[in-house]
């Protein structure tokens, strides 16, 4: 029997001690953390995104403040609006959708977010924080989907030390972080991209596979070791007929399910996590200037 | 014939080329860089590497500040020499030699390091900018050990993309910068280390094995694939008899050659080029600030 990485069910969970903490905040410091939203344009898939996390935020007891701007703005005014939510004492996370219109430098953009408020860990000084960090200290703001494939991971009680540990694709968001996590966790950790020879060869070798490069079903049941765990990161929809599209993973699900010993499912495995670490890093933001 | 990577011709070569560069800013602004180098008591491999720098620095043109201090100086005095040094016009680099000795916090005094002049590219967010760019950046501040080691490669006029590198060993120094690295230059990237299971036989998959593990010739004759390039950045001190020792690499230097497309000796390799690296960063420094 393989195991289904139930991400709905572990956020959930997730959700729940996040709930009871707030509430613990609430009446200790009579306070409750922010979360400020910014998106800009209208892209679909944003949108879902952004009314996903401001839900799950409002469930936990998160206030959030909705910053819905045009796409025709100026770098310069979504950098000013990013300083004032740096300086309002209500705000303790902030978090821009990506992507940005392309009109946008968007590192510029990240750059600006202090990082005390730095809720999806993009910022440098956080990246920099979590590459020299010895543990997964869990102070850390550390970026959510991969800080989210972790405790799926974890879910399994399995000893992660000296795992092979294979992650497709080496974005800032996913792939280089997720090594960082895995590094941490003392796995022998291999990085492959599109420039990657004998692809389907190393992802044999993993023991875990992270697939994080946004192609449809990219990974087949001949890619997959027997026995080995797959953390799913992708989201991509794809279209069944002229009317009908469906949203898929990286990972194709059926075939690869016979041979895996743990799989993620798309949807309901990482996409909740990220959202359930998004509002971790809100908290733990609030939290540590309260104590401060 | 295996290529001996003489990292004293190459280390030669850009030192001569910054020279030229420290000239003509000299001739422009009436300014050469100038480097603080800090050293904390007497172990005698730290007396040799700064006294190394030292050397290597002058011959350059840059000024050096020496500070020596004796190892019962306390943290907050040496934080406090590095607060005078960030605001010391005449310094664009600060070097503080490790490691500290073990009452020292020395992550804590990196960090104190403003990150303009953080010569040796140890800042969290120096590191983070690193893991974010896309490109291997000239004008970053990288760590200049692994940078030295990426100049070695590119003497050989190989193209790196889509090469399996492995690299032995996951410090902040070298590892982990070295990863970020070789990702760049688009290899695969693997990272083993002392938890990693089967490491020789992931070793021998390596079109480019880089060995920073600082264990004495660890590295033997059939870890090594056929036509590979090594790149050894131990430093090991072994006792031949009482009287006598010598200074080996991370790799059996004799037994590899034999395979290797190309490698890098100990002494003579890695080293030259972590010290011209660290006077590139001093540099790098001045004239961004010059260029303002």
Same mark, same amino acid.
């Given at each position: 029997?393989t195991?289904?990485?139930?991400?709905?069910k572990v956020?959930?969970k997730l959700k729940?001690n996040?709930?009871g903490?707030?509430?613990?905040l609430?009446?200790?410091y009579?306070?409750?953390?922010?979360?400020a939203?910014?998106?800009?344009g209208n892209v679909?898939a944003?949108?879902?995104y952004?009314?996903?996390k401001?839900?799950?935020?409002?469930e936990?007891g998160?206030?959030?403040?909705?910053h819905h701007?045009?796409?025709?703005?100026?770098?310069?005014?979504l950098?000013d609006?990013?300083?004032?939510?740096n300086y309002n004492?209500?705000?303790d996370?902030?978090l821009?959708?990506?992507?940005l219109p392309?009109t946008?430098n968007?590192?510029?953009?990240?750059?600006?977010?202090?990082p005390?408020?730095d809720a999806?860990?993009?910022?440098?000084i956080?990246?920099g924080k979590?590459?020299?960090?010895?543990?997964?200290?869990?102070n850390?703001l550390?970026p959510?989907?991969p800080?989210?494939c972790?405790l799926?991971?974890?879910?399994l009680?399995v000893s992660?030390a000296?795992?092979? +540990?294979v992650i =497709?694709?080496?974005s800032n968001?996913?792939g280089k &972080? *997720?090594a960082?996590?895995? $590094?941490?966790e003392s796995?022998?950790?291999?990085?492959?991209?599109?420039?990657?020879?004998?692809?389907?060869?190393?992802?044999k070798s993993?023991?875990?596979?992270v697939a994080a490069?946004g192609?449809?079903e990219?990974?087949k049941e001949?890619?997959?070791k027997?026995g080995?765990?797959?953390?799913d990161?992708?989201?991509?929809?794809?279209?069944?007929?002229q009317q009908?599209?469906?949203?898929v993973g990286?990972?194709n699900?059926?075939e690869v399910?016979?041979k +895996?010993f743990? =799989?993620?499912?798309v949807?309901?495995g990482?996409? &909740? *996590?990220t959202?359930a670490? $998004?509002?971790?890093?809100t908290?733990?933001?609030?939290?540590?200037k309260?104590?401060v």
């Amino acid at each position: 029997m393989t195991y289904i990485l139930d991400g709905k069910k572990v956020a959930k969970k997730l959700k729940d001690n996040l709930k009871g903490e707030i509430e613990n905040l609430k009446n200790k410091y009579n306070r409750v953390p922010g979360l400020a939203v910014v998106q800009v344009g209208n892209v679909a898939a944003s949108s879902i995104y952004v009314n996903a996390k401001t839900k799950a935020a409002k469930e936990v007891g998160i206030n959030v403040f909705d910053h819905h701007l045009q796409d025709n703005i100026k770098q310069k005014d979504l950098i000013d609006l990013i300083e004032q939510l740096n300086y309002n004492d209500e705000v303790d996370g902030i978090l821009v959708q990506l992507p940005l219109p392309k009109t946008f430098n968007e590192q510029e953009i990240l750059d600006c977010i202090t990082p005390k408020k730095d809720a999806d860990g993009f910022h440098p000084i956080n990246v920099g924080k979590l590459s020299i960090s010895q543990k997964n200290d869990e102070n850390l703001l550390i970026p959510c989907t991969p800080f989210g494939c972790l405790l799926l991971l974890r879910e399994l009680d399995v000893s992660l030390a000296g795992k092979n +540990a294979v992650i =497709i694709g080496r974005s800032n968001i996913v792939g280089k &972080p *997720m090594a960082q996590l895995l $590094l941490k966790e003392s796995c022998t950790v291999t990085i492959v991209h599109s420039k990657t020879v004998e692809i389907e060869k190393i992802c044999k070798s993993a023991d875990i596979l992270v697939a994080a490069i946004g192609k449809p079903e990219l990974v087949k049941e001949d890619w997959v070791k027997d026995g080995a765990i797959i953390i799913d990161v992708g989201i991509n929809r794809v279209q069944i007929n002229q009317q009908k599209s469906k949203i898929v993973g990286d990972v194709n699900f059926e075939e690869v399910k016979r041979k +895996a010993f743990a =799989i993620s499912p798309v949807p309901g495995g990482v996409g &909740p *996590m990220t959202i359930a670490c $998004l509002l971790r890093n809100t908290f733990i933001s609030c939290k540590k200037k309260l104590l401060v």
